[in-house]
Nanobody, 112 residues
Framework: QVHLVESGGGLVQPGGSLRLSCAASGVAFSVISMAWYRQAPGKQRELVAG???????NYADSVKGRFTISRNSAENTMYLEMNSLKPEDTAVYYCNINLMYWGQGTQVTVSS
């Protein structure tokens, strides 16, 4: 059974940084893609950043230049380095594997 666990969320002031982690277990198949999504209150879940097998990365326009996604394939872990955080980045952040499996989410709150 696939199990994804996010960590690293919290409260940070505008302009601050956070590093999210996603640890995957029970993965007995090829991981084609891993991604971070987020969902703010009253809004739809949206793609933040993705990384595919081979290392291709893509980012939402709203986070380009501020967020960096990375992956440790050997350990099935994924990270999201978030810098220059803004209040509009406030959301629950979820990790995803192969567009099929989801974690429980970690709250990120950007506020002074």
């Amino acid at each position: 059974q696939v199990h994804l666990v996010e960590s690293g969320g919290g409260l940070v002031q505008p302009g601050g940084s956070l590093r999210l982690s996603c640890a995957a277990s029970g993965v007995a198949f090829s991981v084609i893609s891993m991604a971070w999504y987020r969902q703010a209150p009253g809004k739809q879940r949206e793609l933040v950043a993705g990384i595919r097998i081979g290392g291709t990365r893509n980012y939402a326009d709203s986070v380009k230049g501020r967020f960096t996604i990375s992956r440790n394939s050997a350990e099935n872990t994924m990270y999201l380095e978030m810098n220059s955080l803004k209040p509009e980045d406030t959301a629950v952040y979820y990790c995803n594997i192969n567009l099929m499996y989801w974690g429980q989410g970690t709250q990120v709150t950007v506020s002074s």
